[in-house]
């Protein structure tokens, strides 16, 4: 079986988010004033791992992500991402206010 081309999966602004995703988490990590060394350390990934994380690979793991965001004391940022559903709410008032009509 050929392996699929992650890249072309997305698209273009769905890779721009995962982009800007990576580079949020690269940022993160020199604020800390961690290395990559000491997040491979703490991960227990190898270099290449973590450079695709900070590069917003699509073809990473993200269970990888958020092992990343563990370490840099940010995996409850993970757990806010979906709850925030604004569209979601949205639909949901359109429903409520139908209702008492």
Known sequence: MAKRDLH??????QRRILTHFGEDLLL???RRGF??????ERT??????????????????????LK????????SNFAEM??????GIKLQNIKLLEGSR
């Open 82 to 87: 979906a709850a925030h559903d604004e569209v």
């Open 35 to 40: 290395t990559k060394k000491l997040l491979c």
């Open 8 to 13: 072309n999966v997305l698209f273009p602004k």
């Open 28 to 30: 993160a990590m020199k």
């Open 68 to 75: 990343v965001m563990a370490v840099l004391g940010m995996e």
């Open 44 to 65: 227990g990934f190898d270099h290449k791992t973590v450079n695709k994380v900070f590069a917003g690979d699509p073809g990473v793991a993200i269970g990888t992500y």
